[in-house]
């Protein structure tokens, strides 16, 4: 793995060092109009440390490919600053080919660059901000919501006020940057999948023992597909890095998530750590 990143570096943009990941997701009280919904999650982008914009562009063309019907981008779009990337961030987001809709979520580093000029760059981009907010999709009367909840580290989360916008019926999905959220998401027992980020999957993954490295927010779930009371629960290992720019066992992912409906009462036993 260190000698494809220094292929990485030395010669730019190879398809098959992101790995493409297909998650099947048994959701409750799915219509059967949404079976086989697909949405494609990337997270953690961290534009211009190590995933330039060109090599964005391409996990872009990677992720049209997969024709998805909704994408979703679980937060930390920048790192440190939006000022001088924002015009590149808008140019390769424009460029993605949903056949529903883009949605996504802050996290904390965008809260660094500037929350503000981040919100900005997905209103131009036609991206759609479901920070603390939901987005109910339709086919005939059935519906379908995804919901978001804005930065855990930074207090900025109004799960509160997600719920409150929810109607009644209608199965939920919630994008949450920070994955541990998912204790306090899974309790209210409303959302049938939360789709998180933020832990970079560890960066470095030991075989047999996991990530070493677990950050705040990230440490009960950093990586990979869990159960969580009676909710599925996915860490994306983001396509970017942050501070060191290196992988080892852990390469960058696009999640593609496909819904099928489920009763209430069907279990899924395929969670791992």
């Known amino acids: ?94 460029k993605l080919r949903p056949k529903d809709a883009s949605v996504a979520v802050l996290g904390n580093h965008d809260h660094w660059a500037g929350a503000a000029a981040v919100r900005q760059v997905l209103e131009q981009s036609d991206v759609i901000d479901l920070s603390n907010d939901i987005l109910t999709l339709k086919k005939g009367r059935a519906t379908l919501h995804v919901a978001g909840v804005d930065s855990v580290m930074w207090r900025k989360q109004r799960l509160d006020s997600v719920l409150k916008k929810l109607p009644p019926l209608g199965p939920a999905i919630l994008l949450a940057h920070e994955p541990d959220f998912a204790d306090i998401s899974s309790a209210t027992g409303r959302f049938s999948l939360q789709i998180s980020g933020h832990s970079h999957g560890g960066q470095w993954i030991v075989p047999g023992i996991g990530p070493p490295i677990r950050g705040l927010y990230s440490r009960k779930y950093p990586l990979g597909r869990y159960r969580v009371g009676n909710m599925t629960h996915y860490t994306n290992r983001g396509i970017g890095t942050s501070i060191i720019r290196l992988r080892i066992n852990c390469p960058p992912e696009i999640t593609i998530f496909t819904l099928k409906p489920s009763s209430s009462l069907e279990v899924d036993n395929k969670a791992h750590r």
Do not use: T
Not at 6 to 19: Q, S, Y
Not at 29 to 55: Q, T
Not at 69 to 74: C, H, P, Q
Not at 79 to 85: H, M, P, W
């Open 1 to 94: 793995m260190i000698r494809l990143l220094k292929k990485m570096h030395r010669r730019g943009f190879e398809p098959n060092f992101f790995e493409i990941g297909h998650v099947d997701v048994a959701i409750p009280r799915l219509d059967p109009s949404f079976r086989g919904y697909r949405i494609a999650s990337i997270a953690d982008i961290h534009l211009d440390e190590w995933l330039n914009a060109r090599r964005f562009d391409e996990v872009i063309d990677l992720i049209n490919r997969q024709q998805p019907d909704l994408v979703a981008i679980i937060g930390d779009l920048f790192s440190y600053e939006v000022d001088g990337l924002s015009q590149q961030m808008v140019a390769s987001l424009k």
